[in-house]
């Protein structure tokens, strides 16, 4: 099991940008594809992004194409989520999942097996 943390949250502006980090411990991460979901108030969890072990495979819901960008750094054992143009519809608990042994990207919540305790992204308008 992997133990993973988010960081990076916070209260900004529309159209402001945000990077939030996931950091792992206790599992090298290079083995691990990992997955940026969401939760708003009310709302299922919903994937955001997603990123391959290799990281040569990225994938973005429509939502936040071309505004967010997914990487890792496997030496850091750290994946970012880079989010630009943030929207108030952005607002939500952001968190990070990882998946041991894949070379795909799941992009549901059940695929996931190890979960981080999640960052708060407030975007006002």
């Known amino acids: 099991q992997v133990h993973l943390v988010e960081s990076g949250g916070g209260l900004v502006q529309a159209g402001s940008s945000l990077r939030l980090s996931c950091v792992a411990s206790?599992?090298?991460?290079?083995?691990?594809?990992v997955g940026w979901f969401r939760q708003a108030p009310g709302k299922e969890r919903e994937f955001v992004s997603g990123?391959?072990?290799?990281?040569?495979?990225?994938r973005y819901a429509d939502s936040v194409k071309g505004r967010f960008t997914i990487s890792r750094d496997n030496a850091k054992n750290t994946v970012w989520l880079q989010m630009n143009s943030l929207k108030p519809e952005d607002t939500a608990v952001y968190y990070c999942?990882?998946?041991?042994?894949?070379?795909?990207?799941?992009?549901?919540?059940?695929?996931?097996?190890?979960w981080g305790q999640g960052t708060q992204v407030t975007v006002s308008s």
């Open positions: 990123i391959s072990w290799t990281g040569d495979t990225t």
């Open positions: 999942a990882a998946l041991w042994g894949t070379v795909l990207v799941p992009t549901t919540t059940r695929e996931y097996n190890d």
């Open positions: 206790g599992r090298n991460l290079s083995t691990y594809a």
